[in-house]
C-alpha cells in the first residue's frame, strides 16, 4: 500500500502526471484460470487488490487460488477422473469469474476508482501459459516419482 501511494506522489511531485491503476477484469481472469489453473487467475486478482491497497485480501485470493489449484490437480490424476476433461477447467474459469465479479466488483465497474484501466491481454495470456507449463510440469514429476 505504501508503495502504491509512494508512486502516485512521486510521479505528481516529480513527473506531473497521473497514475493510472492497471486493472485485470473479470473475462481477463476466466482466460488465465481456463489456460493456466485457479491459482493464474487468483494471481491476476491479487493484483488487482495490491493495486488499490487491499493488502489483506491479497493473500486470502493467493491461498484459495493455491487450494483449488491442488483439488484440480487431485481431480484429474486420481481415479475415477483419471486423465481429466475440459469441463472441469471450464467450470474453475466460469467459478473465478462470478468470484471476481462478486468479491471485486465495484473495482472492476469503473465506479470507485474510475482511472483506472484495463491491464494488458499479453499479460493474461502469458501468466496462463506459464502456470500451465508449471502445472505440466508438476504432473510429470508426480507421474515419475509415482512410477518409482
Same mark, same amino acid.
Given at each position: 500500500?505504501? %508503495?502504491?501511494?509512494?508512486? +502516485?506522489? *512521486?510521479?505528481?511531485?516529480?513527473? !506531473?502526471?497521473?497514475?493510472? @491503476?492497471?486493472?485485470?477484469?473479470?473475462?481477463?481472469?476466466?482466460? /488465465? =484460470?481456463?489456460? #493456466?489453473?485457479?491459482?493464474?487467475? #487468483?494471481?491476476? @486478482?491479487?493484483?488487482? /487488490?495490491?493495486?488499490?491497497?487491499?493488502?489483506?485480501? *491479497?493473500? &486470502?485470493?493467493?491461498?484459495?487460488?493455491?487450494? /483449488?489449484?491442488?483439488?484440480?490437480?487431485?481431480?484429474?490424476?486420481?481415479?475415477?477422473?483419471?486423465?481429466?476433461?475440459?469441463?472441469?477447467?471450464?467450470? @474453475? /474459469?466460469?467459478?473465478?469469474?462470478?468470484?471476481?465479479?462478486? =468479491? +471485486? #466488483?465495484?473495482?472492476? =465497474?469503473?465506479? +470507485?476508482?474510475?482511472?483506472? =484501466? +484495463?491491464? %494488458?491481454? &499479453?499479460?493474461?495470456?502469458?501468466?496462463?501459459?506459464?502456470?500451465?507449463?508449471?502445472?505440466?510440469?508438476?504432473?510429470?514429476?508426480? !507421474?515419475?516419482?509415482?512410477?518409482?
Amino acid at each position: 500500500m505504501l %508503495s502504491h501511494i509512494a508512486r +502516485q506522489l *512521486r510521479s505528481r511531485l516529480i513527473y !506531473n502526471v497521473s497514475v493510472t @491503476m492497471k486493472i485485470y477484469k473479470p473475462t481477463q481472469i476466466a482466460l /488465465a =484460470t481456463f489456460l #493456466g489453473s485457479p491459482i493464474a487467475g #487468483g494471481a491476476l @486478482m491479487a493484483h488487482n /487488490a495490491k493495486e488499490v491497497g487491499k493488502d489483506g485480501i *491479497r493473500y &486470502w485470493v493467493i491461498s484459495i487460488g493455491i487450494t /483449488a489449484t491442488v483439488l484440480l490437480l487431485a481431480f484429474t490424476v486420481l481415479p475415477p477422473w483419471k486423465g481429466g476433461n475440459t469441463v472441469i477447467p471450464m467450470l @474453475m /474459469a466460469l467459478g473465478m469469474k462470478y468470484w471476481a465479479n462478486s =468479491t +471485486q #466488483g465495484e473495482i472492476l =465497474t469503473g465506479g +470507485q476508482f474510475p482511472e483506472a =484501466t +484495463q491491464a %494488458s491481454w &499479453w499479460a493474461v495470456v502469458g501468466l496462463g501459459i506459464l502456470f500451465a507449463v508449471v502445472m505440466l510440469v508438476c504432473l510429470i514429476a508426480f !507421474n515419475f516419482l509415482r512410477s518409482l
